[in-house]
């Protein structure tokens, strides 16, 4: 190498942390920002900082937000009957762009995932039968991800929160916009048929 | 959205400066860094500021280096008739990663690019002109990229070195290593078959 470059080593392996970066690409950032790009690599550090130091999470959803309560959760104009359940911020913001949901949300700290040894408690499954429970939500709406691990949290939060006298739903499976039916998955195509309407 | 959030909109904007990363990678690295990893946040911010400030260019071969003059540019053992011209710190890491290089390297800006503005003067060719001309170098090898923009930075560069009487090689170019030759492209079996030995 280069150098013995032991705070380029250490930049590299930071990088590496980020999600969906890998070796190559978490050198070809540290080597971009050094060599072509220093002011980018000052304005990130400072946002790392500002973000780290300001972005907390909402009381009452979970979700990421810069004041205690978050802007969907003060809002009054958001209908509280209605409560969403996602993985994470990412998915809150997925639909907060579709513009077609009213209601509330609250953050799950990923999803289950027994053989990485995160169970119910890890995800925050109490806290939200908590928040469930807070007399006004009547409906929760199960929005984990449709993946083997997605559809086993959704399964365990439903029979919780049915337990808890709570009417229970879950995002329609089915056919995407935008798809011609010969080239969708056939396990798509039987969800969508069963629940045709 | 979540939050008002200014603070992790001005962190989604940093991210997206990194090479290879759009909106939705820079929003997921920015949530998995806010919500689950507030550790490799402060680390990452950490580790790019110890980078800016300690890891500089190398006085000789403008490569990255941690002292003025970088651990190749002083290992005396280093061949210094040989000067390999790379067009980033990427490039000299893989060369040097093959351990069949024993000769010092210079480290250009980038590669030309006419029609972003990027001329040879940006690039560094004045001082790689001024670097090749210290008596000890009698080979410079061009081993910038096998794009069109790395094959016309290698011919100016040459054009300029041969000027000043210095010897001028470019890598080979061939098939690659574990390749099948019906699958090679035709462009590079041509070279092959010009090239061959």
């Not at 392996?13 to 690409?25: E, I, N």
């Not at 810069?66 to 994470?88: F, H, K, N, Y």
């Not at 086993?152 to 011609?180: D, F, I, M, N, Y």
Request: contains cysteine; aromatic residues 4%.
């Amino acid at each position: 190498m280069n150098a013995p470059a032991s705070h380029l080593d250490a930049l590299i392996d930071a990088l590496r942390r980020l999600p969906g970066v890998g070796v190559k690409s978490a050198q070809r950032m540290a080597y971009h920002l050094l060599q072509h790009d220093r002011a980018s690599a000052q304005r990130l550090a400072s946002a790392l900082q500002a973000a780290a130091e300001h972005v907390q999470h909402c009381r009452r959803c979970h979700g990421l937000s810069e004041t205690p309560l978050c802007g969907i959760c003060a809002d009054p104009e958001r209908d509280a009957r209605q409560l969403c359940v996602v993985e994470g911020p990412a998915d809150l913001a997925a639909l907060e762009r579709t513009g077609s949901y009213r209601g509330l949300y609250f953050v799950l700290k990923g999803r289950l995932s027994p053989l990485d040894g995160v169970g119910a408690r890890d995800i925050g499954a109490t806290e939200l039968l908590e928040r469930a429970a807070d007399g006004q939500v009547q409906e929760v709406i199960l929005a984990t991800s449709f993946t083997a691990e997605g559809e086993a949290t959704a399964h365990v939060l439903a029979q919780a929160l049915k337990a808890r006298g709570l009417q229970v739903t879950r995002l329609a499976r089915g056919v995407p916009a935008g798809s011609e039916l010969e080239y969708v998955d056939l396990s798509t195509i039987a969800h969508a048929l069963v629940d045709r309407r």
